[in-house]
């Protein structure tokens, strides 16, 4: 049951604030225009909420009437992980396969036309980009949404991003805080643990962070992961120590820091979120996420009356709490100042040059196409052939509702081929795929071939019985190439599978036409 409290009680609007939540279904639901009404300064999106950039542009209108500055945030990363384009994959190839081309202008100019269109739809507060180095590339979690395993590479690409971002408009939150690319574990499933030294933190995890507050980065979202050599005994997102101690006191951030999702497990299950959402914000939060898998009116009354009644019964400093809110809104200010020569909500993204930026709308996947990675010396495809996709489940970031692989491109360019998806609940992937093939070559689709010795097992069945198949690992390349041809995209968006596409068909022969 809530506490009734009064609509007008300055505690209460300060405790609205502070919270980022979701909802369900693609128009405001009325209890979230309500809340906005009383003092909610922020709404998170996902992919459930969107159907359309019209559709969207007419939510965010629809928000914007109970509240001019409400703050309208999402989960849009680009590559793997995209909201906007859920449904049919990312216009963007990611930040991995960025990394990889290694120019900063390219993921700058991406980063703006990927803000350019969040703007275009009332959107501008993007949880993005992380700045976490993928130093260990059994990362279940991370992965190709990393710029790199580099650090120096990772700190110059995120510091692009977050220039590229705001300078259209939309805030940036830099995420995850310290840095969650050390990690075996998903912090969505349970509590991850980075063991090294504090050296090893500053000149690896941290400096990706100090380049995004140097550029400016409006945000900062922290990780849910303990670091026993900043402290033992809390995970960053509730530690004292991590967000008051290093991000501002040494590190100098002055913006608004944001909790990553508290429903995740990491969180919810060892505190609650009622609890995790006080500790959060008691130790130097400005901003709780809630809303992936909790979207309803109730989690949001749970928590406000959580901070309420954390201040009242002294566990909270009310002066924390108004602080915080105090950051809310002065980022949602910000945003207001900044939409300067964005475009109407609802404005088309047209093909060639992207309004005011003198760059190509189709900058995405110009850029997947120079992270395309080729080796061997085997023939490309002149006719049709069949798309053997090893697949494993997708983390829960990314989702098991957004499209991935080659077969659509590769169908376009060469009409007649097929596809079958295999995983590692298939009796006999390799078998099954060669019967499936018949006479036509094989073009083997992997991700994260390294991190699932049954793909890798079913990949060399696959080439001893077909030597002349095509390999295309759309995940971190970290296992040898092979295959006749091996092409590597550095992400899964839809524009990778374009690009593997065309890198695979030769389709100046007449037979490719």
Not at 183 to 210: K, W
Not at 273 to 297: F, N, P, Q
Not at 321 to 329: E, G, I, K
Not at 343 to 356: F, K, L, M, Y
Request: one cysteine or more; proline letters at 5%; aromatic letters at 4%.
């Amino acid at each position: 049951m809530t506490t009734l409290v009064s609509t007008t009680d300055t505690l209460t609007r300060d405790a609205l604030a502070v919270l980022q939540p979701g909802f369900t279904g693609t128009t405001a639901p009325d209890w979230l225009l309500r809340r906005v009404g009383e003092g909610l300064t922020s709404v998170g999106l996902f992919g459930r909420n969107i159907e359309s950039p019209g559709q969207l542009a007419a939510l965010t209108a629809r928000l914007r009437s109970e509240r001019d500055d409400v703050l309208v945030a999402i989960d849009e990363e680009g590559g793997d992980v995209t909201r906007l384009e859920v449904r049919d994959g990312s216009s963007f190839p990611g930040n991995f396969a960025l990394g990889s081309v290694d120019d900063v202008d390219l993921t700058r100019a991406v980063a703006h036309e990927l803000g350019r269109r969040l703007a275009a739809c009332g959107v501008n507060l993007n949880w993005a980009p992380s700045a976490d180095v993928n130093s260990n590339p059994g990362n279940p979690v991370i992965g190709v949404r990393s710029f790199g395993a580099d650090t120096a590479l990772v700190a110059r690409h995120t510091a692009a991003y977050v220039e590229g971002l705001q300078a259209a408009g939309v805030a940036a939150c830099t995420k995850h805080f310290p840095g969650h690319g050390d990690t075996a574990v998903d912090s969505h499933l349970a509590m991850p643990r980075i063991d090294v030294d504090l050296d090893t933190l500053h000149a690896r995890e941290l400096l990706p962070f100090r380049a995004a507050i140097a550029a400016g980065s409006k945000s900062v979202m922290s990780a849910h992961i303990l670091l026993p050599a900043l402290d033992p005994d809390r995970p960053a997102t509730l530690s004292p120590r991590i967000l008051t101690g290093l991000l501002r006191q040494e590190l100098g951030y002055d913006g608004l820091i944001v909790t990553d999702g508290v429903e995740m497990e990491a969180i919810s299950r060892a505190y609650g979120i009622e609890r995790g959402s006080v500790l959060a914000i008691a130790a130097g939060a400005d901003a709780i996420c809630v809303g992936g898998g909790l979207a309803d009116e109730d989690t949001v009354l749970r928590l406000r009356d959580a901070l309420v009644a954390a201040v009242r019964g002294g566990d909270l400093a009310e002066e924390r709490l108004a602080d915080a809110a105090a950051r809310v809104r002065a980022l949602a200010s910000w945003t207001q100042g900044a939409r300067g020569d964005v475009p109407e909500p609802g404005a088309e993204v047209q093909e060639g040059t992207a309004p005011g930026t003198g760059v190509s709308s189709d900058i995405g996947l110009v850029a997947a196409r120079r992270a395309i990675q080729v080796t061997g010396t085997g023939d490309r495809l002149t006719e049709a052939a069949y798309v053997a996709e090893l697949s494993a489940v997708a983390n829960i970031a990314v989702g098991d509702e957004t499209p991935w692989g080659v077969a659509a491109g590769l169908t376009r360019l060469l009409p007649g081929t097929e596809a079958g998806r295999y995983t590692s609940e298939s009796t006999d992937p390799a078998a099954e795929a060669v019967a499936a093939a018949g006479e036509r070559r094989i073009v083997a689709v992997v991700r994260d071939e390294h991190r699932h010795a049954w793909m890798g097992e079913a990949l060399d069945a696959l080439l001893t019985a077909r030597p002349d198949t095509i390999v295309v690992e759309m995940g971190v390349p970290a296992s040898t190439p092979r295959g006749s041809l091996h092409i590597a995209t550095h992400g899964a968006s839809r524009v990778c599978g374009q690009a593997a596409a065309e890198a695979v068909a030769d389709t100046s022969s007449p037979s490719g036409d």
